[in-house]
C-alpha cells in the first residue's frame, strides 16, 4: 500500500544501478531485472527522514494489525530488517552515517495480466528534466532520491518498503572501474600496454 512520497537531502550514492536494471539474483529476474540505490546520509540529515519513516512504519502497523484483530487473526510480527542501516567503515566500525536502501522492480504485471515497464525518472541540479545519462551514475555521486512510501505484510512479518521514483543528479562520478591502487600494485619497469581504440588514436575509416 502507498503511504507516502518523500524526497531525501542530498547524500553520497553507494553501488548504484540506475542506468540499467540488475539482474543477477532471480528475485531481481523476476521483476525483468532491479534499478537499486544505497544513499549514504550524514547522522543529522538522516534523522528527520528516520523519524518520518518510522512514523510511517507504525501508523501502517496499527492499521494493519487492527485489521487482523477484526478477522480475529494474530497480529503481524515486526520484520527484522529496516530499508536503513548504520553505516560501517571497511573493518565494521560504523561511522555515524546511515544508509538508506531505495529499490525499484523494472516490470510489473497489472490486473489483466499485462507486463509493464518501469522508468526511473532523472533531473540534474537546476531541477530540469533530463533523458536517462549516458555516463554511468557510480559510487560516489551525489544525488536526492524521490522515492515512494510502500507498506506490505506478509507472513514474515510487517514493514515498509523504498521504491525508487526519480533522481536528481547534483555531481555525477562516472564509474570507470577499479584503479590499479585498489589492488596494491604501483608503477614499474616492464611491459606497457599499447593505446586501444577510443584512446585519441586517429583511425582511418574506408570509405
Known amino acids: 500500500m502507498k503511504l507516502a512520497r518523500l524526497t531525501t537531502p542530498a547524500g553520497t550514492a553507494v553501488f548504484p544501478w540506475l542506468n540499467k536494471p540488475d539482474s543477477k539474483f532471480e528475485s531481481q529476474k523476476a521483476k525483468g531485472g532491479e534499478y537499486h540505490v544505497d544513499l549514504r546520509l550524514s547522522e543529522e540529515d538522516a534523522a528527520p527522514l528516520k523519524a518520518e519513516l518510522e512514523k510511517l512504519l507504525a501508523e501502517w502497523t496499527t492499521v494493519k494489525n487492527a485489521e487482523q484483530k477484526k478477522d480475529k487473526k494474530k497480529p503481524f510480527r515486526p520484520y527484522d530488517r529496516f530499508p536503513w542501516q548504520?553505516?560501517?567503515?571497511?573493518?565494521?566500525?560504523?561511522?555515524?552515517?546511515?544508509?538508506?536502501?531505495?529499490?525499484?522492480?523494472a516490470e510489473w504485471t497489472d490486473r489483466d495480466g499485462n507486463v509493464r515497464k518501469n522508468t526511473l525518472q532523472f533531473v540534474d541540479s537546476t531541477g530540469a528534466g533530463i533523458p536517462k545519462p549516458d555516463d554511468i551514475i557510480g559510487s560516489g555521486s551525489k544525488l536526492r532520491i524521490c522515492f515512494q512510501v510502500r507498506g506490505w505484510a506478509s507472513p514474515l512479518g510487517i514493514s515498509i518498503a523504498l521504491d525508487l521514483v526519480a533522481v536528481q543528479i547534483i555531481e555525477l562520478n562516472s564509474f570507470v572501474g577499479a584503479d590499479s591502487s585498489d589492488f596494491g600494485f604501483s608503477a614499474t619497469e616492464g611491459f606497457v600496454a599499447p593505446p586501444s581504440e577510443g584512446d585519441g588514436v586517429s583511425k582511418e575509416v574506408a570509405a
Not at 86 to 104: Q, S
Open 86 to 105: 548504520d553505516a560501517e567503515d571497511e573493518e565494521g566500525n560504523p561511522t555515524g552515517e546511515v544508509l538508506f536502501k531505495f529499490k525499484r522492480g
